[in-house]
């Protein structure tokens, strides 16, 4: 048996877990530098506020109903989705982090599986204060259609447990097929040519069609929701072939000095990811621009080959360095900027150079590693990246991170 658990709109949930004054009030969450509306509570969406919707459009509108406005926080989401993935490890040996805010584990073996469900329910409400359902199945899709039904379909009160054939037909006659995992809009608007608009339809396919008239992940969809197992979540993730870190700016850059601050601080974000992974590049891309909607917009471009493959953050912003003036036009209101790290290879099979030294500093990045893991990013960095950074991202409507930065540790007075 596989359970789902997931987050019941993660972000704002997560903004209302430190300020429960907030709850059941219209809340929304902004995108990078405040520019569109990227998540929605309940309340809001009954306000036909549209995901995705530009702020300067809906600002009036949010401001007639009161809605409160929140700019993204990805260090207090980040920290409770860890907490979050930590807790669902306690129930079972064999978790898959699914995404930010889902995370299946396989319930193999264990009883009372609907009051499992409940009490991972109700464990992560009362230690954490994130609402979720919980959806149980026989297979992967057939977890998700239980976590649908947990969240959608009334008397589930966010457990769903399928335990029968006969309740497995009831729910399945209850989604449409662009519901069903694997399935979405595209594929589910070729079904219904064939007749096929709810997701029990789509399970009473035979699967030989799927295969013939589809592929066979769509095969594969219809065998589990009839609950046979023939998915499985990667144990095993590929290494990226490619790691790149870009951004806008919170406002826009004129000097050089702050474009190769900017390009500094994607260097150590991207060399961390290759560390992460056990890699090394071979060959670095950078890039800095002005917007696309400027009068005579402007890019420029950099190529720089390693002579031995690094993940060195300083070698790599040396590189940038090296290269700065290939970037920089004075004149340019310069919008957005990143860095690309491309050739990877494993660390542990690098070609070394007779005639070229190699200048990486392992040990001084596991230094640099391990404080930043031990007391948040960027508590360490490169001088390179600057301690000003006021061209980094916008984020006028920030609320505490109240669980990884001491000064927004809550305080209660008594």
Known sequence: MIALTDVNSFYPSAEVVFEPHNRGKPLIVLTNNDGCVAALNRQAKELNIPRFAPYFQIKELCEKHKVIVRSSNYELYSDLSMRFASLISEYSPNVHIYSIDESFADLSGQKNLLQLGADIRRRIWTELRLPVCVGIGETITLAKAANHAAKKIRGYHGVCFIESSQQREAILSQMD????????????????????????????????????????????????????????????????????????????????????????????????????????????????????????????????????????????????????????????????????????????NVQLDIFAKDRSNPKLMQCLDAINNRFGNGTALLAGEGIEQKWDMRREYLSPQYTTNWRHIPKIRC
């Open 177 to 348: 097929v662009e519901d069903v995992w694997g399935v979405g809009r595209r594929i589910a608007k070729r079904l219904k040519l064939f007749n096929i608009h709810k997701a029990i339809d789509l399970a009473k396919w035979p699967p030989k069609h799927a295969k013939t008239n589809f592929n066979i992940l769509l095969e594969q969809t219809v065998r589990e929701l009839n609950g046979e197992p023939v998915k499985e979540w990667d144990t095993v993730r590929a290494d990226k072939q490619q790691i790149w870190s870009t951004r806008s700016f919170g406002e826009r850059i004129t000097d050089i000095e702050s474009l190769y601050q900017a390009l500094a601080k994607h260097c150590a974000i991207a060399a961390k990811k290759l560390r992460d992974q056990g890699s090394v590049a071979q060959q670095l891309i950078g890039f800095a621009a002005s917007s696309s909607f400027d009068e005579t917009p402007q890019s420029f471009k950099i190529l720089h080959r390693f002579e031995v493959p690094t993940n060195d953050t300083s070698v790599i912003a040396g590189a940038v360095r090296e290269n700065i003036h290939q970037l920089f036009k004075p004149g340019v209101p310069y919008y957005r900027a990143g860095i690309g790290l491309v050739e990877l290879r494993s660390e542990c």
